[in-house]
């Protein structure tokens, strides 16, 4: 009995001497988590979404995105009752609006000053430069089974 408490005592020696009882230091301690709020700490949903679309560079389409959603609310029922946004093209700033009849294109592309104020308004100065204004599209034009070689359609007949 007294033979394995010296051997255990001697092991014990040689671990000190080598260092093996004294604690390990992180070699990063400023990953460490702590009582104060730091970068690992969870965030909340809106937080983590909000860091997500500075850090990807998504500010002006999801908040584009966000208006086409409440279309009726920024432009007004009567308006989006006959006008639907398009698209929206980023780099140069021009949100496309595709209207029902020719004569809402008209009154839009007459009211496109005020409706970009009110549009920049709810996204933010500068969002939107341009209004682009579209009318109705009609079916494609395809040939018909009989066609005289060479023509070009109906510009052949009526000039």
């Known amino acids: 009995m007294d033979l394995a ?20 230091q ?29 850090e990807r560079g998504w500010e002006m389409p999801i908040a584009v995105g966000g208006v086409t959603g409440r279309w009726p609310e ?17 780099r140069e700033r021009v949100l496309t609006v595709r209207c029902d009849s020719t004569a809402w294109a008209t009154q839009l592309r007459i009211l496109s000053p005020q409706l970009l ?19 109705p599209s009609g079916p494609p034009r395809t040939p018909g089974q009989w066609r005289a070689p060479g023509s070009r359609g109906p510009g052949d007949t009526y000039g």
């Open 117 to 135: 104020v009110r549009l920049n308004g709810e996204l933010g100065s500068g969002t939107v430069r341009l209004l682009k204004v579209k009318g």
């Open 26 to 54: 992180s070699r990063t301690p400023a990953l460490r988590s702590g009582a104060r709020p730091g970068g690992r700490d969870p965030l909340k949903l809106g937080a983590a979404f909000d860091r997500l679309k500075t």
């Open 5 to 24: 408490r010296v051997a255990l005592r001697a092991a014990r020696q040689r671990a000190r001497e080598r260092g093996a009882g004294r604690t390990r």
């Open 74 to 90: 920024v432009v007004g029922p009567e308006i989006a009752q006959h006008c639907e946004p398009e698209g929206y093209d980023e």
